[in-house]
């Protein structure tokens, strides 16, 4: 069992809570939701029973059909499961929800009942055949769980003290050294090789072997592309789910669904992206049309760029046509040897950054009046009311042309500027120039 963060959410949830609400853990498959769930359960209560709607009865799925008598539902589910309930010091686990609406219909009687805690877990749980027939609960409150970030991943193998460390440097605006900055680097990589599924960095921790690693990620993100068909019987979600490492590799303006399907997509297009949002698999970055601290009232639902929320899992999407072979990309990879421009993927897992820490992702182009490249603004995140825009650099290079510009455009709403880059932190002018592992602090 790896230490979460979210776990101190769930705690946090049973105090304020007292049972008033049930709490829906929303997340992308094989992300870890059951275990930390579980965990919490077998650690915060006297007994627990865990219904799994991927594997449950007819019998117990049977229960939800008619709510009117619930001491007959919780005296079928102690026999069904063989587990005492007791009163306020018990949590019932609705797992894989998604897969039974009527029991998360059934939250609101279960609530007001208050003789138990309600926990839901639930992959591709907004998608709207999944809820059109029930009545959505009010006392429902949502959780969004992401794979583990990368200091999740440095206390899985066994590192408890460098984030706090280079937090401290990061908030004093100290450099770390040429030396330590390097060290850093190689960790943070073996981070976006392997990836946050719990699965995968078991798989390295177990083996140190790439390839099984690789093998581990593959797997996954099959499970995901057998998800899409059941929701899109035309493949067209695994197209567009397929497509996005290339989409990014052309560094253009938006994603260009009309490069990845066919015609006739147009009226389906907002239903097919807002699918493959709600399945927490991709990330979506919008584009605000008028970049200041409420981007959110000006994005453009038609102009965006989508991100995997895995980076580990990008790689591998990067190269799922190719077969694995002995460690050559990841070997390069992690030594940053690769020829090809990875831009992109410092982008992906930025935007995993950001979005683990509760930002929405948003991004701004503008025109460059002597060239007919645009300027990009990758990511633009709203602080006490100004903007901080970010831009991306895959290498050390502290050429920053379109903050320069953006600067000039919108300079009193600014509050910061970074450049996020490969080298150690510095100043550039107005410009804090931050190494890609510190973006976890922004």
Not at 287 to 300: E, Q, S, V
Request: charged share 30%; aromatic share 12%; proline share 2%.
């Amino acid at each position: 069992m790896f230490k979460r963060k979210i776990y101190e959410k769930l705690v946090e949830w049973k105090k304020e809570s007292d049972g008033r609400t049930a709490l829906l853990v929303e997340g992308a498959r094989r992300i870890g939701k059951s275990t930390v769930v579980e965990n919490f359960a077998k650690n915060e209560y006297e007994s627990y029973i865990l219904i799994d709607f991927s594997t449950a009865s007819r019998t117990v799925r049977e229960l939800f059909e008619d709510i009117s008598d619930l001491n007959y539902i919780f005296l079928q589910l102690q026999l069904q499961y063989k587990v005492d309930l007791h009163e306020r010091k018990s949590l019932i686990i609705f797992d894989e929800v998604q897969l039974c609406p009527l029991a998360r219909q059934a939250i609101k009687s279960l609530v007001k009942d208050h003789r138990y805690d309600y926990i839901e877990t639930g992959s591709l749980i907004s998608i709207k055949k999944n809820v059109q027939d029930i009545l959505i609960p009010s006392e429902e409150r949502k959780i969004s769980m992401y794979p583990m970030d990368y200091e999740e991943f440095l206390w899985a193998i066994g590192d408890t003290v460098s984030t706090s460390l280079v937090k401290k440097l990061f908030e004093a605006g100290q450099a770390l050294g040429e030396k330590m900055n390097r060290k850093l680097l190689r960790d943070f990589r073996l981070y976006m090789l392997v990836g946050g599924m719990p699965q995968a960095v078991d798989e390295y921790i177990k083996t140190n072997n790439f390839r099984k690693v690789d093998a581990v990620k593959r797997d996954i993100l099959s499970l995901y592309e057998d998800d899409f068909k059941k929701i899109d019987a035309t493949g067209r979600l695994s197209v567009l789910f397929d497509a996005i490492p290339a989409q990014l590799n052309k560094n253009a303006s938006r994603y260009q669904i009309s490069s990845v399907l066919d015609s006739g997509w147009s009226d389906k297009m907002l239903e097919l992206i807002a699918e493959l949002k709600d399945s927490k698999t991709v990330l979506i970055s919008y584009h605000t049309n008028d970049p200041n601290a409420g981007m959110a009232n000006n994005k453009d639902l038609t102009k965006f760029k989508m991100f995997l929320c895995d980076t580990g899992l990008f790689v591998t999407l990067m190269f799922k046509d190719k077969d694995f072979t002995e460690n050559i990309i990841y070997e390069k990879l992690l030594n940053d040897k690769l020829s090809t421009n990875l831009g992109y993927l410092y982008e992906n897992v930025v935007a995993q950054i950001l979005a683990a820490n509760g930002n929405e992702l948003f991004y701004y182009t503008f025109a460059n009046p002597i060239s007919k490249h645009n300027y990009e603004i990758d990511f633009l995140l709203a602080r006490k009311n100004k903007l901080c825009p970010i831009e991306i650099k895959s290498s050390g290079y502290k050429t920053h042309k379109s903050l320069d510009a953006f600067s000039q455009k919108y300079s009193d709403r600014i509050l910061w500027k970074y450049l996020v880059y490969t080298k150690d932190l510095c100043k550039d002018q107005d410009i804090i120039c931050l190494p890609v592992y510190m973006a976890q602090f922004l």
